[in-house]
């Protein structure tokens, strides 16, 4: 290929609103036949609020929130930031957590008030001995919302519900790349319901569910069995490895013009439909060399 081209390319790019790395994935771009997509913060905008409180029997939707709010001040993850918020917009004060160890992609532990808290995925909490009830998991993920229990000493005390709306053009974009041939497959550490319910939203019908963040690199690599260029959307947080594992890599959701250490192409309009422009340009860049 010719090094001006894709020189040329990698400037319209930039104009927009691609920052190209390395310029090779510009070459790369239209030979992907697999798109994965991470889905929290990449289809979603990354911004989770907490959409419901169910206490259990014998809780309140205040004491639920109390003592999962004082948990998550402990967590970096974006749905503690939520959980946080919410108990602050109850006017709830929180108590201090101490003993925090975080579980990646699951969930986390403490101690509160002397109890042994613990809260995430309702499989994390079956793992450390609560059951939390089928019926109140089924109703929430049905509504696309991420899961988030309270255990309390051992005993179920509530589950929370998490929303995260769609970014408004993920529809469009996966229409766009579906249309330009791709696969594309969601990868989410969410519950399987949760997952099905947002792939639905989108237009997406083949979606991981339940994938550690370990796993999402294992997931790029095994859809690329038998030679399949594949390409990982993320937003770089915690996708590093996925990102790194693909053939071509993509970031969005940093916002302003910073592009990401991990990512082949900073996506700085926070659209994914700038993955479908990409292949476009480098259709366009590789039809001008030929
Ligand atoms: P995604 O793959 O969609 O970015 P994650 O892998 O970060 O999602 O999280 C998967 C699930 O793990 C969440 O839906 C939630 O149930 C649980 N989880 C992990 N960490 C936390 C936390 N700090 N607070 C609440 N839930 C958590
Ligand atoms: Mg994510």
Request: proline share 4%.
């Amino acid at each position: 290929a010719t090094p001006t081209a894709i020189m040329v390319g990698t400037g319209q790019g930039a104009r927009a609103g691609m920052l190209v790395k390395n310029a090779e994935a510009l070459e790369l771009a239209e030979k992907l036949r697999v798109l994965a997509v991470d889905k929290t913060g990449t289809l979603t905008r990354g911004e989770p609020a907490v959409a419901e409180v169910r206490p259990a029997p014998g809780w309140s939707r205040e004491e639920v929130l109390r003592l999962a709010g004082a948990l998550e001040q402990g967590s970096a993850h974006p749905i503690a930031r939520a959980v946080v918020d919410e108990a602050h917009h109850a006017g709830l004060t929180l108590p201090a957590v101490d003993a925090v160890r975080s579980h990646g992609g699951k969930g986390i532990e403490g101690r509160v008030e002397g109890r042994a808290l613990v809260l995430g995925a309702p499989a994390f909490l079956a793992e450390q001995g609560v059951a939390v009830p089928a019926e109140a998991v089924a109703e929430l993920a049905a509504a696309g919302q991420s899961l988030v229990a309270v255990g309390v000493d051992g005993a179920y005390a509530g589950l929370l519900g998490v929303a995260d709306p769609l970014r408004e053009d993920s529809p469009r974009a996966v229409a766009r790349l579906h249309a330009l041939g791709l696969r594309v497959v969601m990868l989410t550490g969410d519950h399987e319901v949760t997952a099905a319910a947002i792939a639905r939203q989108v237009g997406i019908d083949e979606y991981r569910a339940g994938v550690l963040p370990d796993g999402k690199a294992e997931a790029v690599k095994a859809l690329g069995a038998g030679g399949l260029r594949v390409g990982m959307a993320g937003d770089g947080i915690n996708d590093a490895p996925a990102l790194a594992a693909a053939d071509v890599s993509f970031a969005i959701g940093v916002g302003a013009d910073v592009a990401v250490e991990a990512a082949d192409i900073t996506l700085v309009r926070n659209s994914l439909e700038g993955v479908a422009d990409a292949i476009d340009l480098s259709r366009a860049t590789l039809a001008k060399i030929r």
